[in-house]
Antibody, heavy 126, light 111 residues
Framework: QLQLQESGPRLVKPSETLSLTCTVSGGSISRDNYYWGWIRQPPGKGLEWIGTIYYSGKTYYSTSLKSRLTMSVDTSKNQFSLNLRSVTAADTAVYYC??????????????????WGQGTLVTVSS | QPALTQPASVSGSPGQSITISCTGTSSDVGSYNLVSWYQHHPGKAPKLIIYEVTKRPSGVPNRFSGSKSGNTASLTISGLQAEDEADYYCCSYAGSTFFVIFGGGTKLTVL
């Protein structure tokens, strides 16, 4: 059974970089047509897609976060990571890593999210 | 990043049916059959309950069904049960500029 687990600092200072890693177990991160993503939920608010990466390294980012965001993948460790720069209190949220079904070809389309990691609350505060 | 429009809340009694709407545009919901729905109990990870507008993952009861008409997708839950009380989110592929957009979420209360 595929499982995803987020790890990283739970407290980040304003203006610094939020870094999280997702470890995938029970399956390969290099499987065709499966991407890997990050979704967050600020306290009291809804879900927000952050970005998605394919095992080849191809990335797809939210337009609202693109200027501060870098995602990477390490196939040897079956992990993918998120770096969000210059954080503010508005970046405080539960961060989920997810498997993201998609299609690869002349036109890439992105589909559903399943499974999800358990989520990790990251607080931005001094 | 645009967002899909959902009602903030819906309610129903056990055994009844409810429908949650998810309104987008001709650039997202209206153009692709790539709408998915997620059930989220607070403190737990969201769960995929509908994908590609109408399909149910293995293990999801057939009380949950999805549909789409034009720019609006819908989730119907029939035979409401107490455990269905949760937040529900729709999501759609939105093309090669915005890629993925979520709805704001709907809180379902089972009376």
């Amino acid at each position: 059974q595929l499982q995803l687990q987020e790890s990283g600092p739970r407290l980040v200072k304003p203006s610094e970089t939020l870094s999280l890693t997702c470890t995938v177990s029970g399956g390969s991160i290099s499987r065709d047509n499966y991407y890997w993503g990050w979704i967050r939920q600020p306290p009291g608010k809804g879900l927000e897609w952050i970005g998605t990466i394919y095992y080849s390294g191809k990335t797809y980012y939210s337009t609202s976060l693109k200027s501060r965001l870098t995602m990477s993948v390490d196939t040897s460790k079956n992990q993918f990571s998120l770096n969000l720069r210059s954080v503010t209190a508005a970046d405080t949220a539960v961060y989920y890593c997810v498997r993201h079904r998609g299609s690869v070809g002349m036109v890439t389309t992105l589909n559903w999210f399943d499974p999800w990691g358990q989520g990790t609350l990251v607080t931005v505060s001094s | 990043q645009p967002a899909l429009t959902q009602p903030a809340s819906v309610s129903g009694s056990p055994g009844q049916s409810i429908t949650i709407s998810c309104t987008g545009t001709s650039s997202d919901v209206g153009s692709y059959n790539l709408v998915s729905w997620y059930q989220h109990h607070p403190g737990k990870a969201p769960k995929l309950i509908i994908y590609e507008v109408t399909k149910r993952p293995s293990g999801v009861p057939n009380r949950f069904s999805g549909s789409k008409s034009g720019n609006t997708a819908s989730l119907t839950i029939s035979g409401l049960q107490a455990e269905d009380e949760a937040d529900y989110y729709c999501c759609s592929y939105a093309g090669s500029t915005f890629f993925v957009i979520f709805g704001g979420g709907t809180k379902l209360t089972v009376l």
